[in-house]
């Protein structure tokens, strides 16, 4: 029997707040956004992915739709278990060879925390798991020296949480974790709309804003007018959205500054040549480059696919090997 698991294939997890990316090593990445929806009372899985997005915010009473992974750490057991089992079933070649799972975790995260999440792929089906750092699969994602002795500064933004590394030789030599992120940003821009403007707005309007800042000059957003109760239209300017970004942007840049005094010397001199790189989805938060650059006088830089750098670093890894970077495998 063994012998036979050998041959399951292996699958890379980046289980996020927001979404998951799936990878095999051929297929294309897969991204399912990380809610579920469950019936409030039985806690039975109504709709997972996709489905449960849409459900968001607008349930019906007795059903309920949730994101059970927050910040790198289970929120919500049944809800994470149908997730894994989810991401399992659908890049699952067959139905009896049971998947192999390469899982990326947060450097700075605690044991308990990775603990209930390698249980859950465990209970979801793995055979095996491995865990390699987020930072360092976004940094593989990225085309960056991960290998080398060469000091990397990896800024990772994603939804309920921002890692910052400092790789060399494969693994974080300084990481630092922070909850200011694009939740974190989501929810000021709902505040600022509602302080300034008397205008309540879901979480998933307050998103679209913060995205739509990125293109356009002026963003239309549709809320409840707290004064009337009734549905109100308004335009917001960019700058204003930009200035209750700030705290967000501030937390960010303390982050990165404290990664950067406890990194030894020899690597700081690398990272002043070559600067840091920015990956996750908040990365593509307008401003926010030029504004690490600003306070840090280091050279910023998008990586070329921020979302999805940390799965393609997992396919990576798993088609050129595990020399790449050093996984653990964990004891079920
Ligand atoms: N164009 C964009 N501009 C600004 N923010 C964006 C953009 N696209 C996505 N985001 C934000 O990126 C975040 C999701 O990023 P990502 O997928 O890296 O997070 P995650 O991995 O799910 O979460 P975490 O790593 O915190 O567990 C969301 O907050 C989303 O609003
Ligand atoms: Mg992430």
Redesign the pocket.
């Known amino acids: 029997l063994e012998a036979v698991q050998m041959l399951a294939q292996q699958i890379g997890i980046?289980?996020?707040?927001?979404?998951?990316l799936v990878v095999t090593g051929r297929r294309e990445v897969q991204e399912v956004p990380?809610v579920v929806a469950l019936h409030r009372k039985t806690r039975a899985v109504v709709a997972v992915g996709e489905k449960a997005s849409e459900m968001v915010g607008k349930e019906p009473d007795h059903l309920v739709a949730i994101h059970p992974?927050r910040?790198?750490s289970v929120a919500d057991l049944d809800g994470a278990l149908a997730l894994f089992r989810f991401f399992l079933r659908r890049t699952a070649r067959s139905r009896l060879l049971r998947p192999r799972v390469l899982l990326g975790v947060p450097g700075a995260a605690t044991q308990m925390q990775v603990r209930a999440l390698t249980d859950l792929a465990f209970e979801a089906g793995a055979s095996e798991i491995h865990l390699l750092d987020e930072t360092v699969a976004a940094a593989l994602g990225a085309h960056l020296p991960v290998g080398s002795p060469q000091g990397t500064l990896l800024v990772?933004?994603?939804?309920?949480?921002?890692t910052v590394s400092v790789i060399s030789l494969g693994s974080p030599v300084v990481t630092a974790l922070t909850d200011a992120?694009?939740?974190m940003?989501?929810d000021a821009i709902a505040r600022h709309i509602r302080q300034e403007h008397n205008l309540m707005v879901g979480e998933r309007s307050a998103?679209r804003v913060?995205?739509d800042?990125?293109a356009v000059e002026t963003i239309p957003v549709t809320g409840r007018n707290l004064a009337t109760g009734l549905p109100l239209r308004i335009s917001l300017r960019g700058a204003e959205i930009e200035s209750a970004l700030e705290e967000t942007f501030a937390r960010l840049e303390l982050t990165v500054r404290r990664v950067l005094e406890q990194t030894p010397p020899e690597l700081m001199a690398d990272i002043a040549v070559s600067g840091m790189t920015l990956v996750?989805?908040?990365a593509?938060?307008?401003g926010l480059a030029e504004r690490l650059g600003q306070a840090t006088g280091l050279a910023v830089r998008l990586a070329p696919d921020p979302?999805r750098a940390a799965a393609l670093g997992m396919r990576r890894l798993m088609q050129e090997g595990s020399a790449l970077a050093p996984v653990r495998k964990v004891q079920r």
């Open positions: 980046d289980a996020g707040s927001a979404r998951t990380s992974i910040a790198g990772n933004v994603g939804a309920g949480r921002s992120a694009g939740y940003m989501d998103e913060k995205i800042l990125g996750g989805g908040g593509l938060t307008r979302v």
